[in-house]
């Protein structure tokens, strides 16, 4: 039995801590403060990921004073550095479990975690994943990526089981740039289909914003076929079609006239695209990203719905 801590107490943390439970570990939850640690243990559930029962043997705190083998920082990307500082974790592996980009620095997220506590043995895990169907034991697949062939090993073994298959992955940067550029391109796609623009449309899209990821990625120094496996074009269809998608459910009502403050108003979960789109596209620099140059757009307010899509739509004709 290995001993896991994972920080992040919402919806995805607490999938992930239900399913190393499952696999028999030790398992501490860690959140946010303790008053929101009192409550998970005392309702044993997370309001985040409501109908799920956590097992009497997890354990909940809002501190990192656990012997944890690794530790698993499953926060939104804009917080994983405020919580390395509170928390000084002093564990020798990280896995990585967001998506996206830091506003401000520009870096990947395991990027944050170098730069705050350096040295430590890194891996991202990410992939087509949604909590609820994670937390249920529904069957999935994800990736494990690491230069750490070692902690990419004990990571599949920790959590990896019959219904929840994790591949291992030596292209780290690929990885962690499918899993951002999908959240951009998510909302893109809602915006197309909440403005009423039809399927064909998000299917061009959507293969176009693939397009964009595989250039950002070979640019950045990842792989072209990482793009192509789970973290990239996985992610990128369940992100971009999937109902439960807080992205793709962004651009929606976007599409329908809704303003981007009234949208955050109503949401008490984090949207990682909006956060990413500026940071992603200020990142690419001078890299070709159409779609992700049009969702900043929008999202700052620099251009409406409308302009943006006739930014796409007045490309000039050129070869795929």
Not at 17 to 22: E, G, N, T, V, Y
Not at 77 to 91: A, D, E, F, K, N
């Amino acid at each position: 039995m290995s001993k896991i801590a994972i920080i992040g107490a919402g919806a995805w943390g607490t999938a992930l801590a239900l399913q190393a439970s499952r696999m028999g570990h030790g398992v501490t939850l860690v959140a946010r403060d303790a008053d929101a640690a009192a409550e998970i243990a005392e309702l044993r559930a997370s309001k985040r990921l409501p109908g799920h029962r956590l097992p009497a043997e997890l354990e909940v705190g809002h501190d990192i004073q656990v012997d944890a083998e690794i530790a698993f920082l499953a926060v939104p990307t804009q917080h994983i550095r405020s919580s390395l500082l509170r928390l000084r974790p002093v564990g020798k592996a990280f896995v990585v479990c967001a998506k996206g980009v830091e506003a401000g620095t520009n870096l990947l997220p395991l990027e944050v975690v170098e730069q705050v506590i350096p040295g430590r043995s890194l891996a991202v895990l990410t992939g087509p994943n949604f909590a609820h169907e994670i937390a249920s034991g529904s069957p999935a697949a994800a990736v494990v990526a690491s230069s750490d062939a070692v902690l990419r090993a004990r990571v599949q073994a920790m959590l990896g089981s019959g219904t929840f298959r994790l591949y291992g992955n030596d292209d780290p940067v690929g990885a962690q740039l499918g899993g951002a550029a999908k959240n951009v391109i998510a909302i893109a796609a809602g915006t197309v289909i909440g403005a009423g623009l039809g399927e064909n449309a998000r299917a061009a899209l959507v293969t176009r914003g693939l397009s964009e990821i595989r250039r950002l990625a070979i640019a950045l120094g990842g792989r072209p076929e990482t793009v192509m496996g789970l973290s990239g074009l996985g992610d990128l269809l369940l992100t971009c079609t999937g109902a439960a998608s807080r992205n793709f459910s962004m651009g929606y009502a976007l599409g329908e006239g809704q303003t981007l403050s009234k949208i955050l108003e109503s949401r008490s979960g984090v949207t990682e695209g909006v956060m990413t789109a500026a940071a992603l596209v200020a990142r690419a620099s001078d890299i070709e990203l159409p779609i992700c140059r049009a969702v900043a757009d929008l999202l700052a307010g620099v251009k409406t719905v409308d302009q943006a899509i006739m930014q796409l739509l007045s490309r000039p004709q050129r070869d795929e």
